[in-house]
Structure formats: structure tokens, C-alpha cells
Antibody, heavy 122, light 110 residues
Framework: QLQLQESGPGLVKPSETLSLTCTVS??????????WGWIRQPPGKGLEWIGS???????YYNPSLKSRVTISVDTSKTQFSLNLSSVTAADTAVYYC??????????????WGQGTMVSVSS | QSALTQPPSASGSPGQSVTISCTGT?????????VSWYQQHPGKAPKLMIY???KRPSGVPDRFSGSKSGNSASLTVSGLQAEDEADYYC??????????FGTGTKVTVL
């Protein structure tokens, strides 16, 4: 059964870069039927789509975050990663990684990691 | 790309039905049949309940149903049960491989 697990620092200083990794286990990250994405949720607030990546490295970002976001994939390690630069307190959130189907597989986020809390503070 | 609009709260007694709306624009909800709904219990990751407007993933009870009309989509939970008390979020494809989520609705089972 496919599982996703986020990892990375729980505390990041303002103006620095937030870096998280999502490890995919129990299945292939190189499937042509799926994309791999990041979604975040500030404390007490709603979900926000950050961006997605395809196994071939094609990336798609939320326009509001595009200037600060980089998502990359390492198929050999079955991992994909998120870098968010110049963070502020507003970037404090639970960060989830998730799999989503392509147009033939629902275009929905069907498998999620458990989430990891990242706080931005000096 | 603005968040889809959902009512902050909805409630119903056990056995009753509750319907949650999700309003977007012609660039997201109205433009594609790729609306999905997620259930989130406190401290847990969201769970996919509905995809492609009205399809249920395996294992999701048929008490959950979805529909869409124009720029708005809806999730109906019939035969409310205590375990249905949770936050619910809609999401829509918005073109060019981008997505937008709704503002979220807290469902209370009275």
C-alpha cells in the first residue's frame, strides 16, 4: 500500500528557506498516471495548494507562491522535495505531501502524508 | 486564484442530511468537472471523499454524494452519523495543472 511521509526541520528562521522532503513507499513515484504535490494548512485555517511535480520533473505552482517555491523529484530515492524561500511567520503551517491523479485518474489528492508542522520564528 | 467559498459551518441531527456548498468561478468549478471533497478530523490529514464532482473512492460510504451546477458544487451527507463530524473542504482543478481549495466547512452533528 502506497504511503507518503514528510520530513524536515520543524523550526525555520525568518528570511531563510524552508526545506521538506516527502518519501514515497510501497509504490512507484515514476508512474505516468500521477503527480506529487504539496499542500499546507496554517494553524486553525484552511488548506492551500502549493504546487505539484510530475515524475519527469515538470512543475506547477500556485501563482501566489510561485516566486518563492521550488519542487524537485528524485526518482532513484522515491522522494520529492519542497523549498520555500524567504519565509515569514505567515508560512507557519502543517505541510502535507500528497499524490494526485492525472486527468484519467480523477485529478484529486487521493493519498496524503500525515503532515509535518513547520514554525517560522527567530 | 482565490479560494473557493464555503459556509463556515453546517449542522444536523443524527440521521438527518446536511449539504455544503462550494462556490467558485468559470475558471475553476464552472470550467471543469474536477471538483473533489475532503474530510478532515482534528489533527489528522484530509481524506478524499468525492472526486470528479460525484464519484466516491472505494471505501467511502454511499451516504456521501456530490453534485455541481454552474460555478457551484455541493456535498451532501445523508443519514448523519457522529463520525461525520469534521471539517470538509472542496477543491477544484483550475486549469494548467493548478488547483484551488475551498475555505472549509465545520460540520457538527447535534
Amino acid at each position: 500500500q502506497l504511503q507518503l511521509q514528510e520530513s524536515g526541520p520543524g523550526l525555520v528562521k525568518p528570511s531563510e528557506t524552508l526545506s521538506l522532503t516527502c518519501t514515497v513507499s510501497g509504490g512507484s513515484i515514476s508512474s505516468s498516471s500521477y503527480y506529487w504535490g504539496w499542500i499546507r494548512q496554517p494553524p486553525g485555517k484552511g488548506l492551500e495548494w502549493i504546487g505539484s511535480i510530475y515524475y519527469n520533473g515538470n512543475t506547477y505552482y500556485n501563482p501566489s507562491l510561485k516566486s518563492r517555491v521550488t519542487i524537485s523529484v528524485d526518482t532513484s530515492k522515491t522522494q520529492f522535495s519542497l523549498n520555500l524561500s524567504s519565509v515569514t511567520a505567515a508560512d507557519t503551517a502543517v505541510y502535507y505531501c500528497a499524490r494526485r491523479g492525472d486527468g484519467y485518474n480523477g485529478r484529486a489528492f487521493d493519498i496524503w502524508g500525515q503532515g509535518t508542522m513547520v514554525s517560522v520564528s527567530s | 486564484q482565490s479560494a473557493l467559498t464555503q459556509p463556515p459551518s453546517a449542522s444536523g441531527s443524527p440521521g438527518q442530511s446536511v449539504t455544503i456548498s462550494c462556490t467558485g468561478t468559470s475558471s475553476d468549478v464552472g470550467g471543469y468537472d474536477y471538483v473533489s471533497w475532503y474530510q478532515q478530523h482534528p489533527g489528522k490529514a484530509p481524506k478524499l471523499m468525492i472526486y470528479e464532482v460525484s464519484k466516491r473512492p472505494s471505501g467511502v460510504p454511499d451516504r456521501f454524494s456530490g453534485s455541481k451546477s454552474g460555478n457551484s458544487a455541493s456535498l451532501t451527507v445523508s443519514g448523519l452519523q457522529a463520525e461525520d463530524e469534521a471539517d470538509y473542504y472542496c477543491s477544484s482543478y483550475a486549469g494548467s495543472n493548478t488547483f484551488v481549495f475551498g475555505t472549509g466547512t465545520k460540520v457538527t452533528v447535534l
